[in-house]
């Protein structure tokens, strides 16, 4: 019965990362076409300024449409990560090819790839920047000796 336990969970993870990177893609694909709108909208303000014969002033005229692609643009790269992390994936910084992550050159580019931190290192990093009250030191130094721990054992 364990044999077909562990296929049953298997099968499930596989499903429910399948339904996550298809959730994923289809909120990418909404914010890219939400993006396509804004760029007809700023397409059509600017057009009916020409003909109306008045001034143009991009800045003014649109800061709102590109506030509302800003904030799009940067949750369709949330959205990239999230999906990379899901398929155990990195993107290339020079060239933004996606690959395995255990590669340690871009097989497009060549370019060297940085190696990413551990989740030890991390965390260690988390618990290096927050704010530890007095009564929690003791605890936090305790995790801290462990991550350290877990880090050398890495290396």
Known sequence: MGF???IGRKTSEATSRIARETKIKLKTSENKHKILDVYEEMGKKVYEKHVREEEIKIEEDLKEECA????LAKEIGELREELLRLQ???QC???????EKEYSYCPNCGKKQDEEPTIFEE????LESVEIK???EREA????DELEEKIAEED
């Open 88 to 90: 155990q994936k990195k």
């Open 93 to 99: 910084p020079r060239c933004n090819n996606e690959m």
């Open 134 to 136: 007095p009564q929690n």
């Open 123 to 126: 965390a260690s990093d988390i």
């Open 141 to 144: 130094r305790i995790v801290k």
């Open 68 to 71: 509302v692609i800003d904030e």
């Open 4 to 6: 077909l336990n562990e």
